[in-house]
């Protein structure tokens, strides 16, 4: 499990999981404030490379709560479509538009398909609070494209394999929960948004098979590649780690409170979002915990001086490590990361 670097965790018996239930970030955590001073490390390394914690629930979770207690769906479907739907219009030219009562430059955005900061970067707008009645507004950009939502599809995915912000696509279509969503649902795209490619796992020639067999979780594959080029962490590893940890599966929580994908203890993603990143994330939503580990993995690489003294810090706590050294298991989960990471080297 993902560890902040002031973790002192000392070995455990093997960590079982449980479906996952929305996690509020601690108000005021400060970087290494609030940890456990004891935390348990992750599931036992496995000997061989194609494997999965052994501890990997019969079936992926079928709902979550939501942050006040309501139930969540998840778009998990026997039948997955690996391609996006994208229905997109002939390309327009820039038009104007004339400020009315009650307008903000976010809602003239969302009405138009484009990004809040794209439309105040057109008309030279540095306040994205201040327009007013009668200004005269240039809509960039071409018309919006509109993506389906299909069975396995989650915000999170859909940004990545279209490459715009989440946050973005939040704003465009009005959502106030990121975490339920129709299947069928059409959601809009911002003008010019690329289509993903319609397989995923297309050059990853090594995958384990447990992956394959799970469609949904391969969906995960444009995530992992972004944040991995945005934070300059090799992707191979990260993905490696990620099984290692989860089996990418995304709606599960250990016994000792780690969430998610990375595996990411609560006091942990809360410090990663507010110090490393400083933006509201939600380690529930995939995106953002694969988002997190890859900052996290960036923050221990540059700090320790290697990917294996990395690796150590990630799973039993930088601070344990500095005081005690590598456990045994320590050293079985660098090796087994290193084994599992030759199967998602593309090529």
Do not use: C
């Not at 979550?64 to 139930?71: L, V, Y």
């Amino acid at each position: 499990m993902a560890l902040s670097p002031s973790i002192d965790a000392s070995p455990s018996h093997r960590t079982r999981f449980r479906t996952l239930k929305r996690l509020r970030r601690p108000s005021g955590t400060q970087p290494g404030a609030g940890i456990p001073s004891e935390s348990g490390p992750g599931p036992e390394p496995d000997s061989e490379p194609d494997s999965e914690p052994d501890s990997e629930p019969d079936s992926e979770p079928d709902s979550m709560s939501g942050p006040t207690g309501g139930r969540r769906r998840r778009l998990i479907g026997a039948a997955l479509a690996a391609a996006l739907v994208l229905v997109t219009a002939a390309p327009a030219a820039a038009e104007d538009y004339v400020v009315k009562p009650g307008d903000s430059l976010s809602v003239v955005a969302r009405d138009h398909g484009v990004a809040t900061a794209e439309l105040a970067s057109a008309n030279g707008i540095s306040d994205l609070h201040l327009i007013r009645i009668g200004q005269v507004l240039t809509i960039p950009r071409a018309e919006p494209s509109y993506y389906e939502i299909r069975p396995g599809d989650s915000l999170g995915i859909i940004a990545a394999r279209a490459g715009v912000p989440i946050g973005e696509l939040i704003e465009l279509n009005g959502i106030t929960n990121p975490n339920l969503i129709r299947i069928g649902q059409k959601l809009t795209l911002p003008g010019g948004a690329a289509a993903a490619p319609s397989n995923p796992s297309a050059g990853y020639n090594s995958l384990p098979g447990r992956l394959r067999a799970n469609p949904q979780r391969l969906q995960l594959i444009p995530s992992f590649e972004r944040w991995a080029a945005h934070y300059g962490v090799a992707p191979d590893l990260l993905m490696a780690m990620a099984y290692r940890e989860s089996g990418w599966q995304t709606g599960i929580v250990s016994n000792k409170g780690a969430v998610g994908v990375g595996q990411l203890m609560p006091a942990t993603s809360a410090w990663i979002a507010t110090t490393l990143i400083k933006a509201d994330l939600d380690p529930t939503v995939p995106d953002d915990n694969i988002r997190m580990s890859a900052r996290l993995m960036q923050w221990l690489i540059g700090y320790t001086g290697s990917e294996d003294a990395a690796m150590a810090a990630y799973y039993q706590g930088q601070g344990s490590v500095a005081a005690r050294g590598l456990f045994d298991d320590t050293r079985a989960y660098i090796d087994n990361v290193g084994q599992i990471r030759r199967l998602f080297a593309k090529g």
